[in-house]
């Protein structure tokens, strides 16, 4: 009992046999264990080298530079290669496709816009033109005939039969009102005269047409009031292309073929009725006159 006791206190012709009891759960006697670490170790730095220079690798650390790239942290060893390039893919094609899509989507809606207003920046258009165009076609109608003034006033100064012109522009008047005597309706047209002492050639013109009416003088200042009551002496219709403008007489009337032969028979209409007015003032003045002579 005392050896065994004094054993178990250390002494020297026992201490063989207490580390053989306490082998199995002593770490030293691992001799067999470090001659394998070297072969795990060199195991882990292969595979870790592996991983490192592995495509799917190479694809992860580019995708950390990009915006919106996952986390490293995310990306762990065991991601295979597939994903790792439907992570790149994910990363760098949308953008440029994204770009490609919205510009056709605002190219498509541009047009889109462009058609829903095409209608009235057409007509606009259209009417502006025409509009430039009625205009220019009096300012050259009136120009011939005030040629024709200077000639014709050189015998005629101081008689009835004198000319003289006036160019207006655009005139808007009021053509119908309500009730209470509140404008409904206008109408705007480019308007010129050339006159006598009795009467006047009327050169009005808006949309496609120039108009042309020969009124007493005291009727001119009423408009197209007054000028819904005279038929029109003649009328010339405008059409405008990419070639320039065309016009014609409407009707045919007067059978003309040039700008001058037009104005040359406006003026001879405007002086032949001055003349006809003339001649039957004078007819009414002198049975006037011979009247009273015959009642004595």
Excluded at 146 to 164: K, P, Y
Aim: aromatic share 8%.
């Amino acid at each position: 009992m005392i050896q065994n006791g004094g054993g178990s206190n250390g002494a020297s012709g026992n201490s063989p046999k207490r580390n053989s009891r306490y082998a199995g759960i002593n770490p030293s006697p691992a001799p067999k264990d470090a001659a394998r670490r070297p072969d795990r170790n060199e195991a882990e730095e292969k595979a870790k080298k592996y991983l490192q220079t592995h495509p799917s690798s190479i694809a992860q650390n580019a995708a950390k530079t990009k915006p919106g790239a996952l986390d490293p942290g995310i990306a762990a060893v065991g991601v295979s290669a597939l994903a790792q390039q439907i992570l790149v893919y994910h990363e760098s094609e949308p953008a440029q496709a994204g770009n490609d899509w919205m510009y056709k989507l605002k190219e498509e809606s541009m047009q889109f816009l462009a058609d829903q207003k095409g209608v009235e920046l057409q007509k606009g258009q259209r009417e502006q033109i025409y509009k430039k165009g009625i205009e220019t076609l009096i300012d050259k109608i009136f120009g011939l005939l005030q040629r024709f003034t200077f000639e014709f006033n050189q015998i005629a100064a101081g008689t009835d039969l004198h000319v003289s012109g006036t160019i207006s522009g655009d005139v808007t008047e009021v053509t119908q009102y309500n009730k209470l005597r509140e404008a409904v309706q206008s109408e705007t047209y480019f308007r010129a005269r050339v006159s006598t002492r009795l009467f006047s050639l009327v050169l009005r013109g808006r949309h496609e047409s120039v108009e042309f009416y020969l009124l007493p003088v005291n009727k001119v200042m009423a408009l197209s009031k007054s000028e819904k009551q005279y038929r029109a002496l003649a009328r010339i219709q405008v059409r405008i292309t990419e070639e320039g403008m065309m016009w014609r007489m409407e009707d045919g009337v007067p059978a003309v073929d040039s700008m001058d032969e037009l104005c040359m028979w406006l003026f001879s209409n405007l002086i032949n009725e001055t003349k006809h007015a003339t001649a039957a003032a004078e007819a009414a003045a002198a049975l006037a006159a011979s009247q009273p002579e015959q009642a004595q």
